[in-house]
């Protein structure tokens, strides 16, 4: 019988091993029955799964409008500034300010931003209306002396609108947008004046469940009004209003409205995906590589139901991969607590790229490895003679450098009863620059998780120096031990050897010790035995702290002491008597436990 058969044999005498025979989902008892399957698009030559995102789109933030809209506490006009301006600041050149005609707040806050003189040049301001004639002079009104402005007119398109909500045909719905089109001009023309530079944006609403060719009829008899050209663009927003498609599908229509828009060259088409399956992240990047030129959407996905597009998400995706978002996110936690304000609502601890534990690990195999990433990382950039912060970034289970994005790297790794010794170590060479030696990273690490075993919960960065200071390094506060140096020594070479003479406290005695070796520790070690402390020294490592005339120095000693082994740590502007230090650490401990 061969080895493989053998064990093969061997193997088939255990249980039953598990199989998809072997486990059986059971029937929710939920009215899946209810729900209708969304289709597919019939675009067997689509092109959007080969392509790749090498440049940001365009970006819209609806923070002020859409994302204002749902919330429980809309905006105060003085929250509205607010985050104006830090959407300004990051650098978004289309914000959509608000819905003016639906209430004195939303005009007079368009107004305050004119009249103040609070818009960049560069930057154009963007208004909603719906299209009625009313509504759309309001609009346009508000916009009276902006140096750049558009105005968005939406309509619902979708069959369940036309025919639950406004129990027309699709005629009717068609000549509510090119009618809206037609008055937008009109009252643009009719009141706004020679300095503004005006635009224009159309939104076919629920476009996700409108049929494809109904949606393109509707688009073209607007642009048919419009009239798109040379230096006269339109923007046609396709949304998925409510999110019921995978993305991929979404990709198709935005792929098929592509290819199928007359005049295109002249068309900014845009994407508007709301999060109600937990995709509208996945949507817009796919809607990109299938054609869209921009991408509307909020901060940390603000909005109605699930919440608009996470615009902090797509752009950091992009940074992530090399590419420019052309928006400044390296104050991330800056930007977190100003809309945080400006909401009344908070970011969720694991909300990508900005929540306070998206850069951090518990599990100890996590910190492990990046521990040895960033060891890695100085090692590879001063190899290559670059900064660590100009190298390219490979650290395990960091996507990005939270240092990018502002934040220290203090919080990326956090002890818990999870943890191992790699998270443990990192934190003593990150705040303190101990690199401990892995066996001692091991020793360590027991203490550590003896106590959150015994306490539960996280250890805190200073909670674990504490910890360590009382394992290996005495301080006034804190003395402890049998021996401590005290007093003058001195090194000397007789006969090619080291001989050393120091005066210590043993047992609160002043104790003259003298020994010889090859080297201050070998002679330690033979002056310890001078007062019956049998201790051998197994490893040995040390480092400097700093740099500099003042640097202080570490050295750590694993060490047998009468059968016992365990490690010493010292610290000292001299290496030697860091040395010493390491093992008198190390005896004091075996003494002590």
Same mark, same amino acid.
């Given at each position: 019988?061969?080895?493989?058969?053998?064990?093969?044999?061997?193997?088939?005498?255990?249980?039953?091993?598990?199989?998809?025979?072997?486990?059986?989902?059971?029937?929710?008892?939920?009215?899946?029955?209810?729900?209708?399957?969304?289709?597919?698009?019939?675009?067997?030559?689509?092109?959007?799964?080969?392509?790749?995102?090498?440049?940001?789109?365009?970006?819209?933030?609806?923070?002020?409008?859409?994302?204002?809209?749902?919330?429980?506490?809309?905006?105060?006009?003085?929250?509205?500034?607010?985050?104006?301006?830090?959407?300004?600041?990051?650098?978004?050149?289309?914000?959509?300010?608000?819905?003016?005609?639906?209430?004195?707040?939303?005009?007079?806050?368009?107004?305050?931003?004119?009249?103040?003189? @609070? #818009?960049?040049? $560069?930057? /154009?301001?963007? %208004?909603?209306?719906? *299209?009625?004639?009313? =509504?759309?002079?309001? +609009? !346009?009104?508000?916009?009276?002396?902006?140096?750049?402005?558009?105005?968005?007119?939406?309509?619902?398109?979708?069959?369940?609108?036309?025919?639950?909500?406004?129990?027309?045909?699709?005629?009717?719905?068609? @000549? #509510?947008?090119? $009618?809206? /089109?037609?008055? %937008?001009?009109?009252? *643009?023309?009719?009141? =706004?004046?020679?300095? +503004? !530079?005006?635009?224009?944006?159309?939104?076919?609403?629920?476009?996700?469940?409108?049929?494809?060719?109904?949606?393109?009829?509707?688009?073209?008899?607007?642009?048919?009004?419009?009239?798109?050209?040379?230096?006269?663009?339109?923007?046609?927003?396709?949304?998925?209003?409510?999110?019921?498609?995978?993305?991929?599908?979404?990709?198709?229509?935005?792929?098929?409205?592509?290819?199928?828009?007359?005049?295109?060259?002249?068309?900014?088409?845009?994407?508007?995906?709301?999060?109600?399956?937990?995709?509208?992240?996945?949507?817009?990047?796919?809607?990109?590589?299938?054609?869209?030129?921009?991408?509307?959407?909020?901060?940390?996905?603000?909005?109605?139901?699930?919440?608009?597009?996470?615009?902090?998400?797509?752009?950091?995706?992009?940074?992530?991969?090399?590419?420019?978002?052309?928006?400044?996110?390296?104050?991330?936690?800056?930007?977190?607590?100003?809309?945080?304000?400006?909401?009344?609502?908070?970011?969720?601890?694991?909300?990508?790229?900005?929540?306070?534990?998206?850069?951090?690990?518990?599990?100890?195999?996590?910190?492990?490895?990046?521990?040895?990433?960033?060891?890695?990382?100085?090692?590879?950039?001063?190899?290559?003679?670059?900064?660590?912060?100009?190298?390219?970034?490979?650290?395990?289970?960091?996507?990005?450098?939270?240092?990018?994005?502002?934040?220290?790297?203090?919080?990326?790794?956090?002890?818990?009863?999870?943890?191992?010794?790699?998270?443990?170590?990192?934190?003593?060479?990150?705040?303190?620059?101990?690199?401990?030696?892995?066996?001692?990273?091991?020793?360590?690490?027991?203490?550590?998780?003896?106590?959150?075993?015994?306490?539960?919960?996280?250890?805190?960065?200073?909670?674990?120096?504490?910890?360590?200071?009382?394992?290996?390094?005495?301080?006034?506060?804190?003395?402890?031990?049998?021996?401590?140096?005290?007093?003058?020594?001195?090194?000397?070479?007789?006969?090619?050897?080291?001989?050393?003479?120091?005066?210590?406290?043993?047992?609160?005695?002043?104790?003259?010790?003298?020994?010889?070796?090859?080297?201050?520790?070998?002679?330690?070690?033979?002056?310890?035995?001078?007062?019956?402390?049998?201790?051998?020294?197994?490893?040995?490592?040390?480092?400097?702290?700093?740099?500099?005339?003042?640097?202080?120095?570490?050295?750590?000693?694993?060490?047998?002491?009468?059968?016992?082994?365990?490690?010493?740590?010292?610290?000292?502007?001299?290496?030697?008597?860091?040395?010493?230090?390491?093992?008198?650490?190390?005896?004091?401990?075996?003494?002590?436990?």
């Amino acid at each position: 019988m061969t080895e493989q058969s053998s064990v093969a044999r061997v193997f088939n005498d255990r249980p039953t091993p598990i199989t998809a025979s072997t486990v059986q989902q059971k029937p929710s008892g939920m009215p899946f029955h209810r729900y209708v399957p969304f289709g597919t698009i019939d675009l067997p030559d689509r092109t959007w799964p080969g392509k790749v995102i090498t440049q940001a789109p365009r970006w819209l933030s609806t923070d002020l409008r859409d994302g204002n809209q749902a919330l429980i506490d809309p905006m105060s006009p003085a929250r509205k500034r607010k985050m104006f301006d830090l959407l300004v600041r990051m650098g978004y050149k289309e914000i959509e300010v608000g819905f003016p005609s639906s209430g004195a707040t939303d005009f007079n806050f368009v107004r305050s931003l004119i009249e103040e003189n @609070a #818009i960049p040049e $560069d930057v /154009t301001i963007s %208004v909603l209306t719906q *299209a009625r004639e009313d =509504l759309i002079e309001r +609009t !346009v009104e508000s916009l009276v002396g902006a140096p750049r402005a558009t105005v968005h007119l939406y309509n619902a398109t979708s069959p369940l609108f036309r025919r639950v909500v406004f129990k027309g045909s699709k005629d009717d719905i068609k @000549a #509510i947008a090119v $009618d809206g /089109t037609r008055l %937008v001009m009109e009252y *643009a023309e009719k009141i =706004l004046r020679d300095d +503004t !530079v005006f635009g224009y944006e159309y939104s076919p609403e629920i476009f996700i469940d409108t049929e494809l060719d109904f949606a393109l009829e509707v688009c073209e008899a607007v642009m048919d009004v419009w009239q798109p050209g040379e230096g006269r663009e339109i923007i046609l927003n396709l949304p998925t209003t409510v999110e019921r498609s995978t993305p991929n599908v979404y990709a198709d229509k935005i792929e098929w409205m592509s290819r199928n828009l007359t005049r295109r060259e002249f068309v900014c088409l845009s994407t508007h995906p709301h999060n109600d399956r937990g995709t509208g992240v996945a949507s817009a990047e796919l809607a990109v590589m299938a054609g869209a030129d921009r991408v509307e959407g909020c901060l940390f996905g603000q909005g109605e139901r699930t919440g608009n597009l996470d615009l902090v998400n797509v752009g950091m995706n992009l940074f992530s991969q090399g590419v420019d978002p052309m928006i400044d996110f390296s104050d991330i936690d800056e930007i977190r607590r100003t809309a945080e304000y400006c909401n009344q609502m908070g970011v969720a601890e694991r909300h990508p790229y900005a929540g306070d534990l998206v850069y951090t690990s518990f599990s100890g195999s996590h910190q492990d490895a990046i521990k040895k990433g960033f060891d890695a990382l100085e090692a590879d950039a001063a190899a290559a003679g670059v900064p660590v912060g100009e190298f390219t970034w490979g650290v395990p289970y960091l996507p990005i450098d939270p240092k990018d994005v502002g934040r220290s790297y203090e919080a990326v790794i956090r002890v818990n009863s999870q943890s191992g010794k790699g998270g443990i170590a990192y934190v003593l060479k990150n705040d303190h620059k101990l690199d401990l030696p892995r066996r001692m990273q091991i020793e360590f690490s027991r203490t550590i998780q003896s106590k959150t075993d015994a306490e539960g919960g996280e250890v805190t960065p200073a909670e674990i120096w504490a910890v360590f200071q009382d394992e290996y390094l005495p301080t006034p506060d804190n003395a402890w031990g049998r021996i401590a140096l005290d007093g003058p020594r001195s090194l000397t070479t007789e006969g090619g050897r080291d001989v050393l003479a120091a005066e210590a406290l043993v047992d609160g005695e002043r104790v003259a010790l003298t020994g010889s070796g090859n080297g201050p520790v070998s002679a330690f070690v033979d002056a310890l035995a001078g007062i019956g402390l049998d201790v051998r020294v197994l490893d040995y490592a040390e480092h400097a702290l700093s740099e500099g005339g003042d640097a202080q120095a570490a050295a750590y000693v694993e060490c047998a002491v009468d059968g016992k082994v365990l490690w010493g740590v010292g610290i000292d502007g001299n290496t030697v008597l860091a040395s010493l230090k390491a093992l008198i650490s190390a005896v004091n401990r075996a003494q002590r436990g």
